[in-house]
């Protein structure tokens, strides 16, 4: 039966990424060795660092002074990264969920904090909207899409300071403004790539004002400097994100990304609030096209565990909610077809109609 993968992250990538991935692993770029076993300073590596830079700019329209750069550790890494770089005198945070809370308490470890405003008091079921930036922080810092819960800054953020945005699991998802952002950074897991891989898009001026000391791989212009081969690289992560960036720009680009994100978050919550048997967790204006939350309507909690079974048994993988959330998570990331979307949406109706 055909699996409809709508995993949270590591996360469905096109079926080019898995089989070009698979080719590679046999002989990479005509070496006659696996990909698995190149030097990460061999010419033909160097050439997929270069080509993924450049898909990245091209892609997302990078401006001039911008550096893409590679690391490890993850999106939680880059939570103390980020102040490690950036935090001098105050960091400013918009608290919009788990991440969002992780990477502020990272900050506190290098100095004061100031939590614009938060939507922990609804469980994080809407982004709130009136608050105010200080103009004297260093940075302020979103997370632009809350993966757990489900809801989305979709518009890119007017910012007296320069704007750090955590883009994990909506990059490249739409187009986006860079030139209003001072560092986009996230785990590749959910949208580019298989898990192992972290992306930092900095604006290069921003760097090298900070009075601490930095340690050599925290330090943002060691991998700029670099070409992110200071050391040792996920060689075949990159590769893998070099596909999809190169699927990605065969297909129309972000532009053409966002237009079939649309479609498929459009059909998939028409369903929720269609269907009498489930109701959608968050504010409407603010809902996720990437992460879509729902759960049992009220009077209809006792069908979740038959509910979870039927899709099941149709080939629907990965649409448990997160613990905090409850009900169901379907993640429509950007490899994830239209069709993936109207099986689950066949799946609601098919049980609505037996219930
Ligand atoms: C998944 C996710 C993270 C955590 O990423 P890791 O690479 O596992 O550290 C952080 N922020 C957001 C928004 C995420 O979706």
Avoid at 134 to 163: C, K, M, Q, R, W
Avoid at 198 to 227: C, Q
Avoid at 246 to 256: D, F, I, P, S, T
Wanted: glycine residues 6%.
């Amino acid at each position: 039966m055909k699996k409809h993968n709508f995993n949270p992250g590591p996360s469905i990538l096109p079926q080019y990424t898995v089989e070009e991935t698979a080719k590679a692993i046999h002989d990479f770029a005509g070496t006659g060795l696996s990909i698995l076993e190149v030097s990460h300073r061999s010419k033909e590596f160097e050439a997929v660092v270069n080509e993924t830079v450049a898909l990245f700019k091209e892609l997302l329209n990078i401006p001039e002074g911008y550096a893409v750069i590679f690391v490890g550790g993850g999106a939680s890494t880059q939570f103390f990264h980020v102040p490690y770089n950036l935090l001098e005198k105050k960091a400013a945070y918009l608290i919009t969920g788990q991440w969002a809370q992780k990477a502020a308490k990272e900050a506190k470890l290098f100095g004061p904090v100031e939590v614009v405003a938060s939507s922990e008091d609804k469980n994080f079921t809407y982004i709130p909207k009136d608050f105010t930036i200080p103009a004297d922080a260093d940075y302020f810092h979103i997370t632009t899409n809350n993966t757990i819960y489900g809801t989305e800054i979709l518009t890119d953020l007017d910012s007296p300071v320069p704007l750090v945005a955590d883009m994990s699991s909506d990059i490249f998802s739409r187009p986006v403004d860079v030139s209003k952002y001072g560092l986009i950074y996230g785990g590749a897991q959910k949208n580019l790539a298989p898990a192992g891989l972290t992306f930092v898009i900095v604006r290069e001026d921003l760097l090298g004002k900070v009075s601490r000391p930095l340690p050599t791989m925290v330090d943002y212009r060691t991998h700029i400097k670099n070409n992110s081969l200071y050391n040792t690289p996920p060689v075949v992560i990159i590769y893998s994100a070099l596909l999809t960036l190169r699927w990605m720009k065969e297909q129309g680009g972000v532009a053409e990304m966002e237009r079939r994100n649309k479609a498929k978050a459009e059909l998939l919550y028409n369903e929720i609030d269609r269907n009498k048997l489930f109701v959608g967790t968050v504010a409407k204006e603010d809902r996720s096209r990437m992460n879509v939350c729902f759960v049992m309507a009220p009077g209809y909690e006792q069908l979740e565990a038959e509910f979870a079974e039927f899709a099941k048994s149709k080939g629907m993988v990965g649409i448990k909610g997160h613990r905090s959330v409850g009900g169901f998570r379907a993640s429509l990331y950007n490899a994830l077809p239209l069709e993936s979307v109207q099986a689950l949406v066949d799946c609601m109706q098919e049980f609505e109609a037996s219930h």
